[in-house]
């Protein structure tokens, strides 16, 4: 196994966790929060709606707190604030930016001449390598337990693979939700761990109530995969309302999604449709009730700070 630095070592945190960035939930409370307690955090750029509110956030975060974190970054087309969202990451110096959905190259060119360390969601070995070629200074390995876009292979095979064939460190995503298993993933080579679902019914989430009870209601029998909302695989909640409508995308959605000239502008349709509707139920009561979870979903019992999240976490 090679010597690879932890997220430990990598971030300078005790602890060798990220709370991951959360569509809609991840804030500057949680992440202060976090790094107060000895782990890292990050958050999605997509988070704030204009750029003033993202300067706003990071500076906040770094007014509380010396501790590192992150920004994730959507770099492909369907994000059409990607340019002018990483040029803000680069000119406030964020400590390091988590690349998704798209390549990593620009991103990695520009941070690196700022200091910027750059780690990039990858679901196979396949593209890590592509990433690592072009500079990456950790991947993300998101598997088959990840909550949101999940990959389709397992923990123990994704980290094992990569750590065999990747000489940067291997931060597993999917499937730890305690401090055992974190242990567990580090044992397979992995760095550490990012960690999403568990953090989801924290008090400081500003999401509705409804959301958050619902995250104590469930359990991993009830996360399922749709492609209904972004046009990929996407694991969600179960719901009744969910069970109502079905799973997956209409037949003519899936039958324009063949056509290689319109697949790129129906994706882009329905991935807009669908982060709206995720909103409107995320930040409100509703019955159309799309919300993101993982399978570590089991491992929620209670509405509670993000403190005593960590604490349970890393009790022995």
Not at 60 to 75: C, D, E, M, R, W
Not at 133 to 151: E, R, T
């Amino acid at each position: 196994m090679k010597n690879t630095p932890s997220v430990s070592e990598l971030l300078g945190v005790k602890y060798p966790l990220i709370v991951a960035p959360m569509f809609l939930i991840s804030n500057t409370k949680m992440v202060i929060e976090a790094l107060n307690f000895g782990v890292s955090a990050a958050f999605p750029a997509l988070n704030y709606r204009t750029d003033e509110e993202l300067i706003d956030a990071i500076r906040t975060i770094k007014k509380a707190s010396s501790q590192s974190f992150g920004v994730n970054l959507i770099v492909n087309k369907s994000n059409p604030k990607y340019k002018k969202q990483l040029d803000i990451l680069v000119e406030e110096g964020v400590p390091y930016i988590i690349t998704s959905l798209g390549s990593p190259a620009e991103v990695i060119e520009k941070a690196h001449q700022k200091g910027i360390k750059v780690f990039c969601d990858v679901t196979n070995l396949e593209y890590a390598l592509k990433v690592e070629k072009l500079g990456a200074d950790a991947v993300i390995a998101v598997n088959s337990k990840a909550g949101g876009h999940c990959g389709n292979i397992s923990p123990k095979q994704l980290i094992e693979e990569l750590t065999a064939n990747c000489s940067i460190p291997v931060i597993t995503a999917g499937g730890v939700a305690t401090g055992s298993q974190l242990e567990e993933a580090m044992s397979w080579g992995a760095a550490g761990a990012s960690v999403g679902t568990i953090f989801i019914a924290c008090d400081e989430a500003d999401i509705s109530q409804e959301y958050k009870q619902a995250m104590v209601d469930y359990g991993a029998k009830d996360i399922i995969l749709t492609d209904r909302i972004s046009g990929s695989h996407l694991t969600i909640i179960n719901t009744p309302y969910v069970q109502k409508i079905g799973a997956k995308a209409s037949w003519w959605e899936r039958t324009l999604l063949k056509n290689k000239w319109l697949k790129k502008y129906v994706k882009m349709f329905i991935y807009v449709r669908g982060m709206n509707q995720v909103k409107k139920a995320a930040e409100g009561a509703t019955y159309k009730t799309f919300w993101c979870a993982g399978p570590s979903i089991e491992y929620v019992h209670k509405i509670q700070p993000i403190k005593n999240i960590l604490e349970d976490f890393f009790k022995k």
